[in-house]
């Protein structure tokens, strides 16, 4: 499980673009064959996806994707990752995240 913002991508919002980590698409395509590439990340659905699309421009890297109404509310704009969430054995799960807090409750 990979996040999205500030572990493959940085948004710079006062330029309104964003830019890929370095060795973001050879981490991503060394990856695939192997694992299943499952994004889990905080934000909206139609950002996500425009930004998920640009990095997976065939489709067949990133299997599948978990955007913010998959997340629990835990208070006001506070919201944490539920792994039960991505229905998958969590002891065979690997999760790239640059925010411990995402999975506190």
């Given amino acids: 499980m990979l996040d999205l913002d500030e572990t493959l991508i940085h948004y710079d919002e006062y330029m309104n673009i964003f830019r890929t980590r370095p060795f973001c698409y050879p981490f991503l395509t060394d990856l695939a064959p192997h694992y299943e590439i499952v994004i889990f990340t905080a934000a909206e659905e139609r950002y996500a996806n425009f930004i ?31 792994l039960e969430r991505l229905d998958r054995p ?11 807090e995402n999975f506190e409750k």
């Fill in 52 to 82: 998920i699309d640009k990095l997976d421009t065939g489709g067949d890297l990133i299997k599948d994707r978990l955007f913010r109404q998959h997340l629990t509310r835990t208070g006001y704009r506070m919201f944490i990752k539920d």
């Fill in 90 to 100: 969590l002891n065979r799960c690997l999760i790239i995240d640059n925010l411990s």
